[in-house]
């Protein structure tokens, strides 16, 4: 048995959830926050056989899509005469961060 551990952003969680849910998959949501940007995220852990791991890889691939999104961030007044600006940068979020760990005893009560 595999526990599957996927880190996805919040915007993908409800839809994700769904999708593995209606193949079949029990699915326990933690809230996380990223240490990138601080932004939400939601850490989904589901148990599976070894077999079932690559159906499952494939539905939070499929529901987890990166985007690209602008931030603010800020120039040092230093660089730039003393007065703040602020300054949008476009960085990519979302997508999935997967980790699967070996499960010795499994048990539902």
């Known amino acids: 048995m595999k526990m599957i551990m ?9 839809r994700l959830m769904a999708e593995l849910n209606k193949a079949g998959f029990r699915v326990t949501k933690l809230n996380s926050t990223g240490g990138f940007l601080r932004s939400g995220n939601t850490t989904l852990m589901i148990v599976v056989e070894d077999a079932q791991q690559e159906e499952v890889f494939a539905i ?18 230093s660089a730039i005469g003393g007065a ?24 539902k009560m």
């Not at 990519?92 to 499994?106: I, K, R």
């Open 6 to 14: 996927a880190i996805v952003h919040d915007e993908d969680s409800p």
């Open 60 to 77: 939070v691939k499929k529901y987890s899509s990166s985007r690209k999104a602008a931030i603010n961030t800020s120039v040092t007044p």
């Open 84 to 107: 703040y600006i602020p300054y949008p940068v476009e960085v990519t979020v979302g997508g999935a961060t997967v980790f699967v760990l070996n499960v010795e005893h499994f048990e």
